[in-house]
């Protein structure tokens, strides 16, 4: 058997008893799931009156209209989280010290304030200082993008500092400028070294979203959370969270699918 310096090839002693741990955790798992799915079953969780609430073309329709608000906010979050992490990078990145320091502080603040008081504190207290006309999708967006820009801003830096300085020097040395090193050579090669995590991070803007029935933006979380308070069908708060997982999880795993696509696609551009 062959091994490598990382990683010795498991023997049969081994391999034994990793089959052991991975049949034990598969029946931890069902008993954990099975045991969840009887407790709600005996609370009457299952019941047909509270899950034929999501037989009224309506209540699809609210459903509906919370997903194209969950992929609005998500949409252009995103693409300001990007451009705002580039920003920061870059800044952190100068050799100017008066603007790599407060860059670097305000990246640092922007990070440590947690996303959801971020947007109370746009939504709910920007306004008791003068600044009127915030709406719950401004709200939303904006603390999104500060917050997931922030982190984005360490996974360019980090990117762009892991490349042989040897590709910056090659790029000085047929004449281009600094700017030019960092957009033609720097740039392209940290954003395809460092895809998976932006990938990783644009599903956590996906799931943040959902923050935002603190400020009363109607996305999902808020359709569902609408739902379960109808007295009407029995309060159907565990069905309604079940439905709206559901689409969640079907989100991310779309996005996840596409990160995959085109990390096989920029692996077969670099061959």
Same mark, same amino acid.
């Given at each position: 058997? !062959?091994?490598?310096?990382?990683?010795?090839?498991?023997?049969?002693?081994?391999? !034994?008893?990793?089959?052991?741990?991975?049949?034990?955790?598969?029946?931890?798992?069902?008993?954990?799931?099975?045991?969840?799915?009887?407790?709600?079953?005996?609370?009457?969780?299952?019941?047909?009156?509270?899950?034929?609430?999501?037989?009224?073309?309506?209540?699809?329709?609210?459903?509906?209209?919370?997903?194209?608000?969950?992929?609005?906010?998500?949409?252009?979050?995103?693409? +300001?989280?990007?451009?705002?992490?580039?920003?920061?990078?870059?800044?952190?990145?100068?050799?100017?010290?008066?603007?790599?320091?407060?860059?670097?502080?305000?990246?640092?603040?922007?990070?440590?304030?947690? /996303?959801?008081?971020?947007?109370?504190?746009?939504?709910?207290?920007?306004?008791?200082? =003068?600044?009127?006309?915030?709406?719950?999708?401004?709200?939303?967006?904006?603390?999104?993008?500060?917050?997931?820009?922030?982190? +984005?801003?360490?996974?360019?830096?980090?990117?762009? %500092?892991?490349?042989?300085?040897?590709?910056? %020097?090659?790029?000085?040395?047929? =004449?281009?400028?600094?700017?030019?090193?960092?957009?033609?050579?720097?740039?392209?090669?940290?954003?395809?070294?460092?895809?998976?995590?932006?990938?990783?991070?644009?599903?956590?803007?996906?799931?943040?979203?959902?923050? =935002?029935?603190?400020?009363?933006? %109607?996305?999902? +979380?808020?359709?569902?959370?609408? /739902?379960?308070?109808?007295?009407?069908?029995?309060?159907?708060?565990?069905?309604?969270?079940?439905?709206?997982?559901?689409?969640?999880?079907?989100?991310?795993?779309?996005?996840?699918?596409?990160?995959?696509?085109?990390?096989?696609?920029?692996?077969?551009?670099?061959?």
């Amino acid at each position: 058997m !062959r091994a490598s310096v990382l990683f010795d090839v498991p023997g049969p002693k081994a391999i !034994r008893r990793n089959r052991l741990l991975g049949v034990a955790t598969i029946v931890v798992v069902i008993a954990v799931l099975a045991f969840i799915v009887v407790q709600l079953a005996n609370a009457g969780q299952f019941d047909a009156k509270r899950w034929s609430i999501f037989t009224y073309p309506l209540v699809w329709a609210k459903v509906g209209s919370g997903l194209i608000s969950t992929l609005s906010a998500f949409a252009l979050a995103s693409v +300001l989280s990007l451009l705002f992490g580039l920003l920061l990078a870059i800044g952190r990145l100068s050799e100017h010290r008066w603007v790599s320091v407060p860059v670097g502080w305000i990246t640092e603040l922007c990070r440590a304030v947690p /996303l959801l008081i971020l947007m109370m504190l746009i939504y709910y207290g920007l306004p008791t200082v =003068g600044v009127q006309g915030i709406t719950p999708f401004a709200a939303v967006v904006v603390g999104l993008t500060v917050y997931n820009g922030s982190v +984005l801003a360490e996974v360019f830096r980090s990117g762009i %500092e892991s490349l042989p300085k040897g590709q910056a %020097e090659a790029g000085y040395s047929i =004449g281009l400028r600094k700017a030019g090193v960092m957009r033609l050579i720097l740039l392209p090669q940290a954003v395809k070294a460092m895809m998976p995590v932006i990938i990783s991070q644009l599903v956590v803007i996906l799931k943040d979203t959902a923050l =935002g029935f603190i400020v009363t933006y %109607e996305e999902l +979380l808020y359709v569902a959370k609408s /739902l379960g308070t109808q007295a009407a069908f029995g309060y159907p708060i565990i069905p309604s969270a079940m439905a709206i997982g559901a689409i969640y999880i079907g989100l991310c795993l779309v996005l996840s699918g596409f990160a995959t696509w085109l990390q096989r696609r920029l692996s077969r551009s670099r061959r």
